[in-house]
């Protein structure tokens, strides 16, 4: 058994208790129930509570509860998938594109996840994650997250040396003007440790630095997806950790519940570095009631 696993777990007498739970408005055992659960089993206690009670668990939710709380819980009854799908959903369809969370969903999830993310959100959304995108985005950054969802990515973890030195020769014409195509082509289909690579002999051999060429040779959305992805393969602790520093509802929301189960051992380390002081107790002390309680909960698995 994983060790995020409860042991005791049974998800009709789970089910039952947040039945109660929820007709009594006791919030925080709510909370404390479906937090604590591993998101495997809050989906095993969603199937027992329709089973049990003829509805929906996420509508139950939906009727009883408010405000962050609310949205916290009906994200964790969600596979990881579903949820990254409505981010991404939530990014595009909302008033003007939200760039940084489309980014963020796609420039730090697996290649397998990804592939998964494409599917499900052409049954949930009835449109394809290309199309979306296509219609929603442009220029280079459009090419580069087309490309990406493609899932094509290497899993190679060990970079051939000469044959990066070869790749890097190709973002260079030989009239000086550099590549963009092969650009999007290796950001989109190269391992992390290929990347990282890339990146070193890029700056030995033209002694520039590549984000920085990438800024002057494409548009904006395009460098700042960029550098979000060069951020998160170098430490994705960091990454997450100063996202979560700044306290916004909706990033506390949606990083703790995608990387709950997932990573949250190297985030608090790296809150600890950069920071002095420990995530949970700042959690604590930048949110409220039994939001902050669900946050603290998943901060820990």
Same mark, same amino acid.
């Given at each position: ?44 206690? $969603? ?67 990804? $592939? ?153 380390? $790296? ?31």
């Amino acid at each position: 058994m994983e060790d995020n696993e409860k042991p005791e777990f049974d998800q009709l007498k789970d089910a039952e208790e947040l039945h109660n739970s929820l007709e009594n408005k006791e919030v925080e055992k709510v909370v404390e129930i479906i937090c604590s659960r591993s998101n495997e089993q809050r989906i095993k206690i $969603a199937e027992a509570y329709v089973s049990s009670f003829g509805t929906e668990l996420s509508k139950a939710i939906d009727s009883k509860l408010s405000g962050n709380v609310k949205d916290l819980i009906l994200g964790c009854l969600l596979s990881k998938v579903d949820f990254d799908a409505g981010e991404i959903y939530r990014s595009i369809k909302g008033a003007g594109t939200d760039e940084d969370l489309l980014s963020e969903i796609i420039a730090t999830r697996p290649s397998r996840q990804i $592939a998964h993310i494409r599917e499900r959100y052409k049954n949930i959304y009835g449109e394809s994650l290309d199309d979306a995108i296509k219609g929603d985005t442009s220029k280079y950054y459009k090419n580069i997250l087309i490309a990406i969802i493609q899932g094509k990515r290497s899993d190679n973890p060990y970079p051939n040396s000469q044959k990066m030195k070869e790749m890097v020769e190709k973002l260079k014409g030989s009239d000086g003007k550099y590549q963009n195509d092969f650009f999007v082509k290796y950001f989109s289909t190269c391992s992390y440790g290929e990347i990282c690579t890339i990146c070193r002999l890029f700056e030995s051999t033209y002694k520039e630095n590549i984000l920085e060429v990438i800024k002057n040779e494409m548009d904006k959305d395009a460098y700042n997806f960029v550098k979000i992805f060069l951020h998160y393969i170098s430490d994705s602790g960091t990454y997450f950790a100063e996202k979560l520093h700044g306290f916004k509802e909706k990033d506390l929301t949606r990083i703790l519940i995608s990387r709950s189960e997932v990573n949250m051992d190297e985030i608090r380390d $790296a809150y600890k570095e950069l920071y002095k002081t420990d995530l949970i107790d700042d959690l604590k002390e930048n949110t409220k009631g039994e939001y902050q309680l669900g946050l603290t909960i998943l901060a820990q698995k």
